[in-house]
């Protein structure tokens, strides 16, 4: 997801144009707004995107227990049980962060503290989502054959620096909400034999220098069917090989939970795959800590039920774990938690290029304005664990 410039569940629409025939949105059974299901059991993936987290100290951010007590972020989501943290990768950022300098430290900071890896390939030097898959400035003279060899060894740079120093990433997601493709225009999706080489590339360079790490292709707007049967219908139809769905799910811009429920059950059948929901989040206020307008500051945003609180988060995140539980035959892995230690931090916002673009997420953080940590992480960590 990117932080100011979200593309809509009719923008997405828009993307899938049909080339194998997709269908209409599954019909949800029974009445929306929940996902009807209490059943399933332990999820293997319970994670948070931390991405933010060098960037935010490096500009004086703390982290503290419930009752107010300093302590590293790090160890405070393996004490409350998180197995996974999601860092994303981009090439040459303005700012210099989310790149391969910052991610070996931090991933060793999680080997100790005993959290998983999985790595978030954006091919591009800032935000990678529905509405922006923009070529990194050092690829821009490349052609498809070099874009394609760019890929693969910026995949196995990342992935291989990990392995050596003993901090192999378990998860790797080879593209970010990939809608409309990567690396545009060669790799947009009016060109899907470009697109599925350049996904190719980097799922090879995985598995060349991780073997045993998983691999995940990962769309936005997990409530829309007929996307993920179009887009991954083209997958099957060229051959590409990848071990797990990856789904952005968000109730404010994706639609009832059941239409994600329904989603989810289809897609694990239709292409014998399971499937984890990469991104979610909830606010615990509507309030805002820096003059940057939050993107969630309405109540009509909100999902009815759930209220923009510390305890309305929570329970949020109960609902989403009986989401993923709740897929048919255990084909759902579990949720990532986006962004969750995005505190406000002034320097520390959302564009790579401007150090005063502010942050319009910290209302969704899984910690409150005194930095300390809100119920919805220990619902996180230990709720169907």
Same mark, same amino acid.
């Given at each position: 997801m990117r932080r100011r410039s979200v593309l809509t569940a009719a923008g997405a629409a828009a993307l899938a144009v049909p080339v194998l025939g997709a269908t209409q949105a599954v019909a949800a059974p029974g009445a929306s707004g929940s996902s009807g299901s209490s059943g399933g059991g332990r999820l293997k993936i319970r994670g948070v995107d931390i991405?933010?987290?060098?960037?935010?100290?490096?500009?004086?951010?703390v982290y503290r227990t419930a009752d107010g007590r300093r302590e590293d972020p790090v160890r405070l989501l393996a004490q409350?049980?998180?197995t996974h943290a999601r860092l994303k990768v981009w090439v040459n950022p303005a700012d210099g962060y989310n790149n391969k300098a910052h991610i070996l430290p931090l991933a060793r900071r999680l080997k100790r503290a005993g959290v998983g890896i999985w790595i978030d390939f954006h091919y591009s030097d800032s935000w990678a989502d529905p509405a922006h898959q923009t070529k990194p400035a050092a690829w821009a003279d490349l052609d498809v054959a070099g874009l394609t060899r760019a890929v693969y060894d910026h995949t196995a740079d990342v992935l291989g620096a990990l392995k050596r120093q003993g901090t192999p990433a378990q998860l790797v997601q080879i593209g970010n909400e990939l809608n409309g493709g990567l690396i545009w225009p060669e790799g947009n999706w009016e060109h899907f034999d470009t697109m599925t080489a350049f996904l190719k590339a980097g799922l090879?360079?995985?598995?060349?220098?991780?073997?045993?790490i998983r691999t995940i292709l990962h769309l936005a707007n997990g409530g829309d069917n007929g996307l993920y049967r179009w887009w991954f219908d083209n997958m099957v139809a060229y051959g590409v090989d990848f071990d797990i769905i990856g789904l952005s799910y968000y109730p404010f811009w994706h639609g009832p939970i059941a239409n994600a429920a329904a989603n989810m059950a289809d897609i694990t059948a239709r292409y014998g795959k399971p499937c984890v929901i990469a991104e979610t989040a909830y606010p615990f206020t509507l309030e805002s800590e820096d003059e940057v307008n939050d993107i969630l500051n309405d109540p009509s945003q909100l999902t009815e039920?759930?209220? !923009?609180? #510390?305890a309305g988060q929570a329970a949020w995140l109960r609902e989403v774990a009986d989401l993923a539980a709740g897929v048919p035959d255990g084909q759902g892995l579990g949720y990532c938690y986006w962004e969750g230690l995005w505190t406000y931090r002034a320097g520390s916002?959302?564009?790579p290029a401007d150090s005063s673009s502010g942050n319009a997420w910290e209302n969704l953080a899984l910690f409150d304005f005194q930095d300390? !940590?809100? #119920?919805?992480?220990?619902t996180l960590g230990r709720y169907r664990s």
């Open positions: 991405s933010s987290l060098p960037k935010n100290e490096d500009h004086g951010a409350a049980g998180v090879s360079a995985a598995r060349d220098t991780t073997p045993r039920g759930f209220p !923009a609180t #510390p916002g959302w564009d300390r !940590a809100l #119920p919805g992480l220990r």
